[in-house]
């Protein structure tokens, strides 16, 4: 096995991130944010190792090959790297600390899931363009979870209308109610199967496509990825996992009763609701009961310290990910425009720049996040009006911005300024935390665990994976 080209830089200089669903949109500009910032924030000897899964060989080429063109143009054009080297400044340089590699994983096939797992912790990865071939990843500083699909049908024009009557055009933009959701699939459990599935006699439980795409995948392929992401020793850098959420996931886009939303609930905002619950909630005491057999596993015996998961969303961008035509597409990129303009601070629009809140979780410092308890927050990429990006702390129903219950007068008293402050762009019929709330909180986020881990644990049964496997 050749040695890596990062092979000499000493271990604390390796960084190395994974981030699913990277060949458009969000995820390609969190590619992007990544290397602009890592190459503007480390040191001059630190090496990046980013990589960018998508659904096929194919599409991880054209994903590499646009991030490398991405990076050239950085390195050439940075007036601040100019400036950190000094005056010999040489692009390549810079260009010769970035490694893209990539694999290959489909989040709505379980099977694709283990064996990128496997791959990643006990094989070997290359880049498809031939650059790198071949090499063993040690660990993962951090996992960033974007992929995942929308499902839905498109704009319910009446419910728009009044919509953007009663609460204008900045609220209408940001939390919308108007948008159709698409009747919810359900996997081919033959095909999720294989092999297998002539030998069950129970079958495992049925996935829902958004559901598995959005969430379980994710949480499936965390749980896999442990050896990779838990740690040995305090003093090493913990294992970060950024899950990516919606601005837009409140209590009421999920039913307990109908958990994968295949029928009652628009399956989109319903997974998010999921996410924001499993984030938030995992280190609580009475989740850990659940939570704490999803972290424990033979595999990391000798890795007691897990990884610490943040929550972050993109803001509002305009991505593929809604269907429109491309007369629709323009009218709603200006009308995003419009609404960052009329004072909205969730509207970043341009996917670059929707990738602050995830890439900072990623590269942050961990000592700053700790202050900042992050953890406890859900940080979206908030927008000013000429489009400088920051992170912002969001509100969740049920949770408030941290988990904190805070009267109005004191919300109003925020020391952050500008759109940065807790009530700037908060949600028009928003009701203030209350202890009843946040304990109703922390018992969703408990049958949340629950039943993600007994999904878990019965389709690792059917599949044959987990312990000894």
Known sequence: MASPPWAGAASHEQFFVLLTG?????????????????????????????????????????????????????AKNSQQLRSRAGHDYDPQTAISRVHILSIQVDLCDLRSIYSAAKQLVRGTVSDPTGVVTGVKIPRLDAAIFNAGIGGWAGLDWCLFAKQFAQVGIAQSCTFPIFKKALPAATLDQRKLLGDSASDLKTPPPELAEVFCANVFGHYVLAHELLPLLSRSRPSEPRGRVIWTSTIDAGHEHLNFDDFQAQKSRPPYESSKRITDLLCLTEDLPNVQKVSSAYFSSSATADKPIKPRFYLSHPGVVCTPLFPLSWILYWAYYAAMYLARWLGSPWHPVEPYLGACAPTWLALADQDSLDELNAERVKWGTSATRSGRVAPKKSEVDGWGWEGKIETRDVLKRDPTPGVLHKLRGRKWDAEDLTEDKRMQFEEDGRKCWAELERLRIAWEEALGEGEGK
């Open 22 to 74: 990277a060949n458009s949109g969000v995820g390609l500009g969190i590619g992007q944010r990544i290397i602009d910032e890592f190459l503007a924030s480390r040191s001059l000897s630190s090496h990046l190792i980013l990589i960018p899964t998508t659904r096929s060989v194919s599409k991880s080429r054209d994903t590499i090959l646009s991030l490398r063109a991405h990076l050239k143009k950085t």
